[in-house]
């Protein structure tokens, strides 16, 4: 098989776990290629023995899995690089919470095993994407997660003026909103109050963050619909945040906010599940009191 291989840059102690991917691979016999900022980090910070059949500089590549080594953070980052290509992606946990890298260092070589076995399910994740007056204001403008759209880091809160399907919703005093699909719901939306949605749920959820009023909410919609923004704020501009990478944009520039043509494969190792991971990762049903 081919593997195109993208990794955490920032994690220096994680040399071993590294390691141990790369023999599973070579065990196999199968093709790597490895995204070059990650190649030069393992090479100078790690010291790990590193021979790929080639090296990633953009996004013309082709593999039939790809491998995101290090925690949810790095997943977006190997989604946005694996675009509309429908290249599985299988996550490696070497960070800490892990709802989309669920695969464990210590399973990876269980987890290569069922791979070439054919014993794993493909999970399909919506994507969505962003456009400026009609037309593609950044570089990469899909997000997996959310898209946020938020005030400077020392600006006073900006309005958003915010349409379902050119119906105006309503004018959020905030310090942002996110929109986010399911996938984004246990992520930077959870942390402001919204609600946790099951990756099959067909809806996209507006959450804004520290409004001004008691009485503006998280809503759901549905994933079909499309999201018009307006901002206007007092230093007449403000950042949106794309699965985390950030840009700044003009105030009035209108965004519009839509459901992806392309939806992004997350690879699943048979017997586990969603709920199974939920209550893992958010340790619902234990007692923590002691």
Known sequence: MRFSIFGNTHQTNKSSSIQRVLDCLAAHGDEVYIEREFYSFAIQSHQVSMKPDGLIDDDRFEADMALSLGGDGTLLKTAAWVGS???PIMGVNMGRLGFLADVSSDETAEAI???HRGDYALERHSVIEIQGDGGQLFDKPFALNDIA???RDNASMITIECQID????VNYQADG??????????AYSLSN????VMPGADILCLTPVAPHSLNVRPIAIPADSEVGLTVRSRTHQY???IDGRSEQCHELTRLTIRRAAHEVLIVKRCGRSYIDTLRQKMMWGQDVRS
């Open 85 to 87: 290509k429908q290249i």
């Open 113 to 115: 095993e069922a791979v």
């Open 149 to 151: 759209v938020l005030k």
């Open 166 to 169: 050119g119906e105006p919703l």
């Open 177 to 186: 909103l996110i929109v986010s699909t399911p996938t984004g719901s246990t």
């Open 193 to 196: 109050g919204g609600p946790i």
């Open 239 to 241: 950042l949106v945040a």
